[in-house]
């Protein structure tokens, strides 16, 4: 089981970009699919990204198709998301996720490991 911890978060104007970052430590990061989620106030935790083991295949959520981008480097233990042409509506807290499986995945269930998640506040 591997221990997620994200960075980047902050606070950004509509329109802007930010790069979140997710670093793993522990065994076996290669071997699994990485996914984001974001939670907004009120709201059940979302499916935003996913990538597969070896960064070869991705799927995104409709709502952030075409503006946001994740990405992975196995030698760094790192899965990043690169978040372009930012909305208010994109605010919430993200977190990164590691699956059980080397395939991507939209459904929660299929996450072992959870980091503690970044805030992401998009202003109008």
């Known amino acids: 089981q591997v221990q997620l911890v994200e960075s980047g978060g902050g606070l950004v104007q509509a329109g802007g970009s930010l790069r979140l970052s997710c670093a793993a430590s522990g065994r076996g990061f290669s071997n699994y699919a990485m996914g984001w989620f974001r939670q907004a106030p009120g709201k059940e935790r979302e499916f935003v990204a996913t990538?597969?083991?070896?960064?070869?295949?991705?799927y995104y959520a409709n709502s952030v198709q075409g503006r946001f981008t994740i990405s992975r480097d196995n030698a760094k233990n790192t899965v990043y998301l690169q978040m372009n042409s930012l909305k208010p509506e994109d605010t919430a807290v993200y977190y990164c996720a590691a699956s059980k499986y080397g395939g991507i995945s939209l459904d929660v269930r299929t996450y072992a490991s959870w980091g503690q998640g970044t805030q992401v506040t998009v202003s109008s």
């Open positions: 990538i597969n083991w070896s960064g070869g295949g991705t």
